[in-house]
């Protein structure tokens, strides 16, 4: 029987990792760090597009059977296993073309407050004094923490090109089909926040072992001039720190955190609920409008982070 797919997406910085890593516990589930799929159907669709010499000879059905080959092929050793999460956090703005392909699917976006996901690229940056990365172009990209942080939150950068997607996907007419997943939560919380994951995508729970992670892609990060980029800490926790963004800065980017106020998306977001003393530090899977998907009320509040 033919693999499920599903998909990882949402920001950097933001758990896709620390969440893969969960999944792939199971035996039943493979799950990595990005993978090239995603860029390879973008790469297709651009050879056979509007325009392209082979674009007039090639069909819709051609073009889905050749986007389900490229998946077919990359997960060719992974016949074993019965779901496959795809992570790629452009899979955000080809939502309808995916489910099209596997119209099961389900999109699991791993998100934190902006601030959080630049301070954690800023840090990177930081931690090698002799190390320029392949993130900036020159000079005058990388010379301060205004111009890292800037360039990075361009529409067509690291940080700012996920963030716009994502919020396309949010608004989307398929955001039914779409989890937003909080890193603060998965990393204090990893087995509620787990299981409502695993409710959403309609799979049996496995119990995970959240003291013994190992998930490392050395060569991966050191390409990108970013060591242990990608490196999982073996316990999951939150690690608490001061931000080393000036506080303007900081503030400027904690404002852009949309999927906190979804009254117009039908996407489905694990967040805290107000902080009001009666549910400080409490979090809930909360439905942003009346849906008629299977998963509606099914999931009740969880209990308090302890």
């Known amino acids: 029987m033919p693999a499920q797919f599903h998909f990882i997406c949402g920001l950097p910085r933001s758990g896709s990792t620390l969440l893969s890593a969960l999944l792939r516990q199971n035996p039943r589930f493979h799950a990595g760090m990005s993978s090239p799929v995603c860029s390879l159907f973008n790469g297709m669709l651009g050879q056979l597009g509007a325009g392209s010499e082979f674009g007039p000879l090639v069909t819709t059905d051609q073009r889905r059977r050749l986007g389900k080959g490229l998946f077919d092929a990359y997960y ?57 990365t392949k993130l900036f172009n020159n000079d005058a990209e990388r010379s301060n923490v205004y111009s ?38 998965l990393a204090q919380a990893p087995d509620k926040v787990l299981k409502l994951v695993y409710e959403f995508i309609g799979e049996p729970w496995y119990e995970h072992d959240y003291e013994s992670l190992h998930y490392d892609e050395p060569e991966f990060d ?85």
Not at 229 to 244: M, Y
Not at 269 to 275: G, L, S, T, W
């Open 76 to 132: 060719a050793d992974q016949a074993d296993k019965g779901v496959i999460f795809d992570t790629n956090r452009a899979w955000s703005g080809q939502l309808a073309a995916a489910l099209d392909m596997f119209p099961r699917a389900k999109f699991i976006a791993c998100v934190r407050n902006v601030a959080w996901v630049m301070d954690s690229m800023e840090r990177r940056f930081r931690a090698d004094p002799y190390e320029i």
């Open 222 to 306: 050191r390409n990108l001039g970013l060591p242990d980029l990608h490196k999982v800490r073996e316990k999951v926790a939150l690690q608490h720190r001061r931000s080393v963004l000036p506080p303007d800065l900081f503030a400027q980017y904690s404002q852009l955190s949309f999927w906190q106020n979804g009254a117009d998306s039908a996407a489905r977001v694990i967040a805290r609920k107000d902080p009001t003393p009666q549910h400080a530090g409490s979090i809930s899977e909360m439905p942003s409008r009346p849906s008629n998907s299977p998963l509606h009320g099914t999931l009740a509040p969880l209990t308090e982070i302890g």
């Open 148 to 185: 890292r942080v800037e360039t990075l939150a361009q529409r067509n950068r690291m940080v700012g090109g996920p963030w716009a997607m994502l919020k396309q996907a949010f608004y989307s007419d398929e955001a039914d089909r779409l989890l937003v997943v909080d890193y603060e939560l």
